[in-house]
């Protein structure tokens, strides 16, 4: 049974870092792609950003180029997603989910994890 599980949310102060982890199991990845998404209160799923678990190319959406890193490790099974320089508009549930290479849609995905961005 396939399982990711995402942990790290919580209240952080604008400016700051946070960094969330998305650890997965149930099957091997390494066809696979672990994309970052979050939804703010109100708006529609947003795209964050992808990993391949092979090789370890990333994607970012333009809207969070520069502030975010996604990274892997193998060992651990562990997809991370590093945010810097937050702030308030950041706030949102993020969920982590797995694509197979080649296929456009995400088969399975997280229970998500709040960040709050607030002084």
């Known amino acids: 049974q396939v399982q990711l599980v995402e942990s790290g949310g919580g209240l952080v102060q604008p400016g700051n870092s946070l960094r969330l982890s998305c650890t997965a199991s149930g099957r091997t990845f390494s066809s696979y792609a672990i994309g970052w998404f979050r939804q703010a209160p109100g708006k529609e799923r947003e795209f964050v950003g992808e990993?391949?678990?092979?090789?370890?190319?990333?994607y970012y959406a333009d809207s969070v180029k520069g502030r975010v890193t996604i990274s892997r490790d193998n060992a651990k099974n562990t997809v991370y997603l590093q945010v810097n320089s937050l702030k308030p508009e950041d706030t949102a549930v993020y969920y982590c989910a797995s694509r197979q290479v080649g296929s456009p849609g995400y088969d399975y995905w997280g229970q998500g994890t709040q960040v709050t961005v607030s002084s």
């Open positions: 990993i391949r678990w092979s090789g370890g190319s990333t």
